[in-house]
């Protein structure tokens, strides 16, 4: 037995895994997939293109559609630019002139020749036809002197009928080498058979019999094993189809050249008429192959008829990769990819590329991140807002981190009421263990090791999960963004999204007591859900109408009265519109008095309800920085002039900053009636 499983050991061989996905090959990254979807969404596009955009570009260590399509296209640009289609032409040149040379010298050497045949064979030498095949017609009843140059001479007719062969049937060029009479009949027998199967299947008259009965006699000419006449039909059409192509990229000479050869491969028209009778089968029974293109084909290297269509074979297949990469046609579908023309024609290195982005949208899909709505377009799913609010969250934590010494946003309400949730113990962590689910994280872990129970559990900190508690007093939370043409320009509307985002996951995953309504402001303004918002698409209409936004606040403010209510104002501009009481809209800029007044009349409202404001000022205008200061001096507010990057951490930290008991206030009284006071007038007038 031992001797046996040594015998089978020296046996083994490792070849390339095919039975399916590898299973070694690094796991799909939704994570970063989702970031990237997530930005594209806020940025305006729809979760359908941001998906797309992100499988165009790739991931860190994944080419993208992008990169393949081109690495598609520089291979195409290769082929056409490296090759001509002389190639078979030459070769016949060269042989021709070989068989010529060699008979001059046996014509030199012949001291037993007779002078005169000497010089008419020498004669008919010299006066041969430029062209090629118009010489080996004349040569064809040639007494030729030199067995050597007989035989390259006849080796021209048996180049002729293998590379015509070779254009219909991969391989025969090398395969019919010093091929014998008897391998020639065999092809024409084959011919002879195949067309007979064709023009049956064409008149629908053929059975299955008949191609059983054709493959089992002549199976070794066709490789590539088709299981029935469809694919013995789509294999021979692709093939002719590509032969046809390389024909029609050739100039009219060498047309006429390789026709007037053509009659003489194998020493008989028959090999020609048995293929051409093949081609119109072919042209016949598929109609919709691409029977009629050209291409411009000017390289250095020649190409035989074999060859060259190989070439013009493996040019569709681009030609088809490209369509399926570039994703542009209706119901498009990365399943669509070739990844066998894709490993064939790139390598294998672009198919599991490929490969990885079928399998990542397939994810995308079924990880339930991306959804399909009524009206059939994708969707963000509440649970990939909630993954993606987490991510913009830690970010958010982390410059808070750096900025306010190691705050972490998870201790937020530790000595607050239970909130029923759970989480991972960290350090710091003062709120009682959830003994329940880390008992079962303990007794997981263990089962899934492979050991027994019985023994006991050792309970490691990786189990511990402890109880979230929320802060007991609750907040009335308003945050008022910005959404005039203005934040778009300057590159402020993602930013905004990103920090509303951060901050609705934070009240709903820590302060979920916390009431919070998001408000988008431009030439009127909205209560808009996250959603809504995150989806929203840059809008360019004129107008930043802070008065109308205050008015929601307040409704939401008096809507909660027993709340502490958290003003929170993201602005990149002055206030240029107001609601009048007709409903309708007023706007001018530069700002007019009455705007102003509307506005400070609504702040003073909120500064009533017991609000602690903010103000998030976006950009560096002097003008806009003294009209804030002076708004937020006369409610006790406070004013924020971040950077774009830290736009988030400032609104969370102010936000969080708010639910104190005794949360930090702004500066009050000042010089707001003295920068508008003919507004401010006019209004108490």
């Known amino acids: 037995m031992a001797r046996v499983n040594r015998r089978l050991t020296r046996a083994s061989r490792y070849g390339k895994y095919a039975g399916g996905p590898d299973p070694l090959a690094p796991p799909i990254d939704l994570a970063e997939a989702l970031d990237a979807i997530g930005e594209e969404v806020m940025a305006g596009y729809s979760p359908e293109r ?28 290769e082929l056409t630019q490296k090759h001509n289609l002389d190639g078979t032409l030459q070769e016949i040149k060269e042989l021709l002139d070989r068989a010529v040379l060699a008979e001059r010298k046996q014509l030199a050497r012949d001291a037993a020749m007779d002078d005169g045949d000497r010089m008419l064979a020498e004669m008919q030498l010299d006066n041969l036809p430029a062209s090629p095949a118009a010489a080996v017609s004349e040569l064809s009843q040639y007494n ?56 049956s299947h064409r008149r629908g008259e053929d059975t299955e019999q008949q191609f059983d009965d054709f493959m089992a006699k002549h199976g070794d000419y066709f490789p590539e094993n088709p299981q029935n006449i469809e694919e013995l039909l789509d294999s021979l059409a692709q093939r002719a189809a590509a032969a046809q192509r390389m024909r029609n990229s050739m100039t009219q000479e060498q047309r006429d050249e390789l026709d007037a050869l053509a009659q003489k491969a ?20 598929r109609p919709g192959e691409n029977w009629g293109g050209s291409e411009s084909m000017d390289g250095e290297e020649g190409l035989g008829l074999g060859d060259g269509t190989g070439v013009f074979q493996d040019l569709a297949d681009l030609d088809d990769l490209s369509e399926q990469l570039s994703q542009s046609y209706r119901g498009s579908n990365l399943d669509d990819l070739d990844l066998d023309k894709l490993s064939r024609q790139l390598g294998d290195e672009a198919s599991v590329d490929a490969r990885t982005l079928q399998q990542l949208e397939q994810a995308l899909r079924d990880s339930g991140t991306l959804k399909r709505g009524s009206d059939g377009t994708l969707k963000l799913t509440p649970k990939a807002m909630r993954q993606l609010g987490k991510a913009l969250l830690r970010d958010v934590a982390n410059r808070m981190s750096g900025r306010q010494g190691n705050r972490d946003l998870r201790q937020a309400g530790a000595a607050g009421e239970r909130s029923g949730a759970t989480r991972e113990w960290a350090f710091g962590d003062t709120e009682p263990w959830d003994v329940t689910r880390t008992i079962t994280n303990a007794i997981t872990r263990v089962a899934g090791d492979g050991r027994s129970l019985d023994t006991g559990i050792n309970i490691q900190i990786g189990d511990v999960e402890v109880q ?36 609705h996951t934070l009240i709903k995953s820590r302060f979920r007591g916390d009431h919070l309504q998001l408000i988008a402001f431009g030439r009127h303004a909205e209560v808009i859900e996250i959603e809504q918002l995150t989806s929203l698409e840059e809008m360019y209409n004129k107008g930043t109408n802070l008065h109308h936004a205050l008015l929601l606040a307040n409704r939401h403010f008096r809507k909660h009265p027993n709340a502490q209510p958290v003003l929170l104002i993201v602005t990149d ?32 409202n909120s500064m009533r309800l017991g609000a602690q404001t903010t103000f998030f000022r976006l950009g560096d205008d002097p003008g806009l920085a003294r009209f804030i200061d002076s708004m937020a001096r006369r409610v006790g507010g406070t004013v924020v002039a971040p950077e774009l990057d830290d736009l988030g951490a400032a609104v969370v930290a102010s936000y969080l900053g708010s639910r104190r008991p005794n949360g930090p206030a702004g500066a009050s009284g000042g010089d707001f009636d003295g920068m508008f006071g003919r507004g401010w007038g006019y209004w108490n007038g």
């Not at 009928?161 to 025969?172: I, K, V």
């Not at 206030?575 to 009048?580: A, N």
Request: hydrophobic content about 40%; aromatic content about 6%; charged content about 30%.
């Open 50 to 77: 941001a998906m797309r955009e992100f499988l165009r570009r790739g991931g860190k260590n994944r080419a993208g559609l992008d990169e393949l399509a081109r690495r598609v296209a520089d291979r195409r640009r």
């Open 144 to 199: 030729w002197q030199s067995r050597e140059a007989r035989a390259d001479y006849e080796k021209i007719k048996d180049l002729l009928g293998r590379e015509m062969l070779d254009q219909r049937f991969a391989g025969m060029k090398q395969a019919l080498e010093n091929a014998t009479d008897e391998d020639r009949a065999a092809i024409n027998e084959m011919l002879g058979d195949l067309n007979q199967l064709l023009e």
């Open 266 to 285: 194998f020493g008989s028209p028959e090999l020609m008429e048995s293929l051409t009778q093949l081609d119109d089968n072919l042209r016949s029974l």
């Open 468 to 503: 979230e508690t929320e802060a007991r007093t609750q907040a009335c939370v308003a945050l008022l963004v910005d959404t005039s043409f203005s934040m778009v320009m300057d590159g402020r509307w993602v930013p905004m999204k990103r920090t509303a985002l951060a901050l």
């Open 573 to 604: 501009g002055e206030p240029t519109s107001h609601l009048e009481a007709s409903g309708d809209v007023f706007f001018s800029y530069p700002p007019h008095p009455v705007t102003i007044a509307f506005a400070i009349r609504e702040l003073d």
